[in-house]
């Protein structure tokens, strides 16, 4: 891996490379033999890839962000950390992208992106998608499901999965699924251009659906307790997290019970030609199941 100016790297450029989905997206591209460019924060962090230069910046730098970006002509955009300005930097990563050439950018947005969707940070990646079709470049929204490494995760120290869900469902995708989808889009970008692909999972469940499977794979016995919206907030306010991410961890439920997380695509396996992995597939592949 070099560590090189951003006019002499390569013409498709990555983000979120330090991370878990931007990880898996960089390492499949250097496994096939694509030259990247990993845009990160810190180029200490950045994963030791063959083929693979690295440039620094942050979304919300515009200045450094157009250096990062000169001479690049694809763009893997993985949204920012969950914060309050989080739109204002996509906005200025994206301005920074078209100013600096960039051609086309393919974005890691939110299944029901929506300007009034139930799921906050949902309308936050509606926003980005618009800003994104107003700029001028091709465009290629991703648009994913709630990740499922993260259900077994929700169960407490009870063995209790809360929230205010119902029996609503969400189609709950694999981030290694996801990834295999960006690769084939970032492969043959011009093929996927002014494309919006749902990324689900193989079925739609409910978490009480959830909870049994989990329940059967790990011996532990999991349940589901549909929390009211009141209940939802006064369990989580001992976090002491601003008011904004609540309402993002409570909405992340209610969306669910108002069914904008249900819908099985045919996307995942039509991009990639494999079957997404489901929630039991998932769990037995984990070495405490073995």
Known sequence: MDTARA??????????????????????????GVAQRLVVRAASRAPDLPGASVVECTYGDR????????????LFMVSAAEQEDRLTEHRTFVDAAAAAGVEHVVYLSFFGA?????????RDHWATEEHLRASGMAWTFLRDNLYLEFMDHMVGDDGVIRGPAGDGRAA??????????????????DAHAGQTYDLTGPEALTFEEMAAVITEVSGRDVSFHDETVEEAYASRASYGAPDWQVDAWVS????????????????????????????????ESLPESR
């Open 7 to 32: 006019d002499q790297g390569p013409d498709l450029a990555v983000t979120g490379s330090t991370g878990w989905l931007g990880g898996l997206v960089a390492r499949d591209l250097a496994q096939r």
């Open 63 to 74: 200045e450094a962000a157009e250096r990062a970006l000169t001479g690049v002509r694809t």
């Open 114 to 122: 929506a300007p009034d969707a139930t799921f906050t940070l949902a």
């Open 172 to 189: 709950v995708v694999s981030h290694a699924d996801i990834a295999r989808a960006a690769v084939a889009v970032l492969l043959d970008p």
């Open 252 to 283: 992340t439920y209610t969306a669910v019970r108002a069914g904008e997380l249900d819908g099985v695509s045919p996307a995942v396996e039509g991009l990639t030609g494999r079957r997404p992995t489901s929630l039991r597939e998932h769990l």
